[in-house]
């Protein structure tokens, strides 16, 4: 096993490995922004390390700037979390050629599914359903109306580089596509450096089921199940379940089958995600592969039992994996809500600033994820979300239950935060019947605000 892991990322994630790597009794080295040199990772970590300045555009994002830092600390293996440079496949060579170790799949294994047109072409190959569309990269907008009048309106144009929601405009009929084509592009330009777009169908108010894989280096891969994460907004991930209430169980297994058929396709190691949408009709169609551990792995964690991160970890060392799929069970219904420092009644803005008073939920079957302290500080060069709370319970309602209590207990003073909107969500009749899709916080954000100030002042 290794001796030092480096940790290239902040926050609950930088946590999370932290307490993984304690417990597998690995040192860890915390490389950090200047901005984050007194927090709780970097406190909490065997040693810390500034590799610059708060903007993580020169510090979380700098390649070079990390593998430094690894090398110049004896680490064998660096650990990206999520976002930053977890998907970045030149970070992972440039770690391949320093013989450091890269905490996830090869370089190589990125490419191939970060670039979403091929990854989708590649699934197509190997039998796996992807949504109608187009099939490779658009010339212009025209060819993109030409396919449009085949596959039928409305569509959503996509950027093969995109990533976080971005990059991605729909079209509700041909009056739009060449609009839709031409934002798309300028956004992707921007945000990836890459304008290349490609087509598909939108799905009319489907949900977002994604199956989380595990691979090791023997060439051994299974899956851990199923979540929900139709709970978006601005196609974020605000609430995460599992497993999917809305899947017969037929379906589920077609699900599972079809997610380790992606995942066999680039015979995948380590720890992906293979998202999928769902119809209304109970067709399901692959979207992407996300190639790291994802935000919402504690429901996972929850229902199976299994240690995502130690796996990576130990996939990462050349370990087999410690579970086959026969030994994989599934118990109980898990939710996790993310807290934002942001302001929903403000129409979500950020607001970051000091904690005056912090309390945490507890208690049998809830988790909490967090680098938060009493008088610590929320940061306005990163992302909002500060906690999540993680819930257990044998069905899904007692879960909701669960979340209200802890939801209720949770306390953060000095900062505005998204608590209250997530409890009220707790409440609502269409939540709790299990059948919002994606397009539901984006229509009913307003309705929940406006529904808490009235039983706020009623009460
Ligand atoms: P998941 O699919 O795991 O839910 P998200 O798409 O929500 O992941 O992204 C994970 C986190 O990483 C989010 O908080 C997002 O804001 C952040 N993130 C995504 N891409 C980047 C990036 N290029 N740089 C920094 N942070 C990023
Ligand atoms: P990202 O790389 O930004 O995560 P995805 O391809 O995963 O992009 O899409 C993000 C979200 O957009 C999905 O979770 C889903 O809610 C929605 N979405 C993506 N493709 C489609 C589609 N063809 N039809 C309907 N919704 C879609
Ligand atoms: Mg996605």
Redesign the pocket.
């Known amino acids: 096993m290794f001796k030092r892991i480096l940790i290239a990322n902040r926050g609950e994630i930088a946590m999370r490995i932290l307490r993984c790597c304690q417990e597998m009794g690995i040192e860890t080295v915390l490389a950090c922004s200047a901005e984050d040199m007194d927090s709780l990772p970097a406190q909490f970590a065997t040693k810390r390390v500034c590799i610059g300045p708060p903007a993580a555009a020169k510090s979380y994002l700098n390649p070079e700037a990390v593998v430094q830092a690894a090398i110049s600390f004896q680490c064998e293996a660096v650990h990206p979390g999520y976002g930053f440079l977890s998907e970045n496949a030149d970070f992972a060579s440039l770690c391949e050629e320093h013989g450091i170790l890269f905490i996830g799949p090869s370089s190589e294994m990125i490419r191939m599914m970060g670039d979403?047109q091929s990854a989708r072409a590649l699934m197509k190959k190997h039998g796996v359903p992807v949504?109608p569309g187009s099939d490779g990269i658009l010339k212009d907008w025209k060819e993109a109306a030409e396919i449009a009048r085949k596959v039928g309106y409305p569509v959503?144009l996509?950027a093969t580089a995109?990533?976080?929601?971005?990059g991605?405009r729909t079209a509700y009929d041909e009056s739009e596509i060449q609009s839709a084509y031409e934002s798309a592009q300028a956004e992707a330009l921007s945000g990836f450096g890459d304008g290349s777009l490609y087509l598909?169908?939108?799905?009319l108010h489907?949900h977002?089921i994604e199956v989380q894989i595990l691979g090791d280096s023997r060439g051994h891969i299974v899956h851990l199940g199923e979540r929900d994460c139709s709970l978006?907004r601005r196609?974020q991930k605000l609430l995460e379940e599992a497993p999917a209430r809305i899947l017969k169980p037929r379906q589920r297994e077609a699900l599972h089958r079809a997610a380790l058929r992606a995942a066999k396709a680039v015979h995948y190691r380590s720890a992906g995600t293979v998202?999928f949408?769902l119809d209304r009709e109970g067709n399901f169609y692959f979207?992407?592969m996300n190639t790291r551990i994802q935000v919402e792995h504690p429901v996972t964690e929850m229902i199976t039992g299994v240690d995502l991160i130690r796996e990576q970890i130990r996939i990462a060392a050349g370990l087999g994996l410690s579970c086959r799929q026969s030994d994989i069970s599934f118990s109980g219904h898990a939710i996790e809500c993310r807290i934002n420092a942001e302001n929903p009644a403000k129409g979500f803005a950020p607001c970051p600033g000091d904690i005056s008073f912090l309390h945490f939920p507890a208690g049998k079957g809830v988790r909490v994820e967090s680098a938060l302290y009493n008088g610590s500080r929320v940061s306005p060069w990163y992302d909002s979300m500060i906690a999540k709370v993680i819930v257990h319970a044998p069905g899904r309602l007692e879960a909701i239950r669960k979340m209200r209590v802890a939801l209720e207990e949770m306390t953060v003073e000095g900062i505005d935060t998204n608590l209250e909107f997530l409890y009220l969500l707790m409440f609502n009749p269409d939540y709790l019947s299990g059948h919002v899709d994606?397009g539901f916080l984006e229509k009913d954000a307003e309705a929940i605000i406006r529904w808490g100030e009235e039983s706020r002042k009623k009460a």
């Open positions: 979403k949504v959503l996509k995109g990533g976080g929601g971005r991605m598909e169908k939108l799905i489907p977002h978006q196609n998202e949408v979207i992407e994606t």
